[in-house]
């Protein structure tokens, strides 16, 4: 019996190692946490999900989607947003966000406009002191 117990912790250390790891991205590594760009979109959708949430504009100039990951739920009421008044889709929203690193149209999402009061996801983030591009 205790040669069966043995024989399983093995086999469960061989099939751990043996699969691939899962694990969550670096932001520096995905986006350019050094650059703040501000942006106008309508939103299209919003995914209130943990642990993050993800937003879908559609710039109104180029009718191009960008696609964005931001804090949790709950960090967002923490920072003020209230999730179902502020956040609809269909509003039109001045943004700001860390660019990805490979050009694409994603980022990650740093502070939203809401009644013309800029709300910082980021918490303690301080916004470099770039030009906005």
Known sequence: MQRLGVLAVIAGALLAAGSPAIAHHAVNAQFDAAKEVGMTGVLKEFDNRAPHAYWVFVDPKTMQEWRFESV???TLRRAGIRLKEDIVVGNKYDFYYAPA?????TGLLRAL?????RRDL???YIAPDKEKE
Do not use: E, Q, V, Y
């Open 72 to 74: 949790s739920p709950a």
């Open 101 to 105: 690193r490979d050009g694409s149209h």
């Open 113 to 117: 406009m809401i009644n013309t009061r």
């Open 122 to 124: 980021m918490g303690d």
